[in-house]
């Protein structure tokens, strides 16, 4: 999947978990882990402030299997690809309905090892 100028994301972070990598039932490799980038600023008492975000990456293919393969927790990585919204239905514990979870992904294009 090539991502366009209209839906292209890239990321420079930390891998924040080992990649979990499946075989559907079509044959498809995929390979999901989770990329953790910085935000620091200056708070209006001078306190030098820092934010983590976290992001969902998923690998599908060739892709994925290099990602299982090389793709370690705390490895600094650049991440290009585009953006994917889904939603999915959790059931919850004690809760009679499933629920609507929103997610947005990030479809691996590239991936560089910095």
């Given amino acids: ?32 882990f989770r990329v953790a980038t910085n935000n620091t600023y200056t708070d209006k008492q001078g306190n030098k402030v820092e934010n983590a975000t ?8 060739k892709t994925a299997e290099i990602v299982n393969k090389y793709i370690k927790q705390g490895k600094h990585v650049l991440i290009k690809g585009e ?6 239905d959790k059931k919850i514990k004690g809760v009679k309905e499933p629920i609507t979870m ?4 990030i479809i691996v294009e590239d991936i560089l090892f910095l």
Avoid at 102 to 105: A, I, V
């Fill in 83 to 88: 953006l994917s919204n889904r939603s999915y």
């Fill in 54 to 61: 976290f992001h969902r990456v998923v690998a599908w293919g």
């Fill in 1 to 32: 999947m090539k991502a366009t100028l209209q839906n292209s994301v890239q990321l420079i972070g930390n891998v924040v978990n080992n990649p979990i990598t499946k075989t559907l039932e079509s044959g498809r490799v995929a390979s999901t």
């Fill in 102 to 105: 929103y997610t947005t992904d």
